[in-house]
């Protein structure tokens, strides 16, 4: 075998091949664009739970101002007589009622709605139904109880309709089925103070009150 033909065979005789130039060029691309695009749903990401959790505050302070204005109570705790919605507590779809209550302290409807959610959100207060809310609702959220449960993110799974219990037979978690926050979510206390927690935190918090089961009416 003369030196021609070796460089033949050199040049052309094997057939594994490896990456071109272009092939390399086009694996680089593609792997940049991949780190870019989750780059750029970073700044999303934490907009919308920054977003949520001012959402919660601000509630908070309209459920104080409510307060203020109603000898010391929310909502649920007032006669629909007297601008609350206490008649509604024995009825599980009525969110949309305790929450439309806030009217007069809330100067937009898209308070109610996390920027996380896939659900539209309501374009005035009158018009606020279950579906345009992302929060629950509490029922024995108290001015006089600090630490009372007001609000959170709707994604609450329990093995009951509308009640969260604080009996260990209750497997309270946050649904990342539901979206909004994975599974994890917010939770605003009647002194107005706003907490982000996974599904650990989350039993935590109930199994560390006293007294019966924690009402919240889903939206």
Do not use: K
């Amino acid at each position: 075998m003369n030196s021609n033909t070796l460089a033949r065979l050199g040049r052309g005789g094997s057939h594994c091949h490896g990456f071109s130039r272009v092939d390399l060029a086009c694996v680089l691309t593609a792997i940049l664009v991949v780190i870019i695009l989750g780059l750029l749903a970073l700044p999303r990401t934490r907009e919308s739970q920054a977003s949520c959790s001012n959402n919660l505050r601000a509630l908070g302070i309209a459920f104080a101002s409510f307060a203020e204005d109603n000898a010391n109570a929310f909502p649920h705790m007032l006669s629909t007589n007297d601008g609350g919605s206490l008649e509604y507590t024995e009825i599980p779809t009525a969110n949309s009622v305790h929450f439309g209550r806030l009217d007069q302290y809330l100067t937009t409807a898209m308070v109610l709605n996390c920027p996380a959610d896939s659900r539209d959100p309501a374009p005035r207060m009158s018009a606020l139904e279950n579906r345009n809310i992302s929060y629950f609702y509490g029922l024995d959220g108290d001015p006089n109880d600090p630490r009372s449960l007001l609000a959170g993110d709707r994604n609450i799974s329990t093995n009951s309709e509308w009640v969260v219990s604080i009996d260990q037979s209750q497997e309270v978690a946050w649904a990342a089925a539901l979206g909004l926050h994975g599974r994890r979510g917010y939770l605003l206390f009647s002194d107005g103070s706003v907490t982000n927690v996974d599904t650990l935190g989350l039993r935590q918090y109930l199994r560390g009150r006293l007294g019966p089961d924690i009402r919240v009416v889903l939206p």
